[in-house]
Nanobody, 121 residues
């Protein structure tokens, strides 16, 4: 069973930066697009970004475009989210999860989502 675990969350001053990491273990997620998600209190979960499993193409939510950058290292079975120029709007619980197919057009899978980690700014 694939397990995803996030790390790197924490507190940062507005304008600062954090880097989240998503480590997969127990199996490979190479065949799936991988996404970062966040949910603020009282708000719906939103997809922050997604990176495809094939060509590495990336999608970002409009709210983070130009400030966040996602990367993936299939050899290490990891994914990262670099978050720059953080504002209080970024405060949320962040998690990573695979999508149901190789491209970011697919829906998030119902399996594999890691336990959310807090990011506060």
């Amino acid at each position: 069973q694939v397990q995803l675990v996030e790390s790197g969350g924490g507190l940062v001053q507005p304008g600062g930066a954090l880097r989240l990491a998503c480590q997969a273990s127990g199996g490979s997620v190479d065949g799936y697009a991988m996404g970062w998600f966040r949910q603020a209190p009282g708000k719906e979960r939103e997809r922050v970004s997604c990176i495809s499993a094939t060509d590495g193409s990336i999608k970002y939510a409009a709210s983070v475009k130009g400030r966040f950058a996602v990367s993936r290292d299939k050899a290490q079975n990891t994914m990262a989210l670099q978050m720059n120029s953080l504002t209080p709007a970024a405060t949320a619980l962040y998690s990573c999860a695979p999508h149901s197919r190789s491209s970011c057009d697919g829906e998030p899978a119902s399996w594999g989502q890691g336990p959310p980690v807090p990011v506060s700014s």
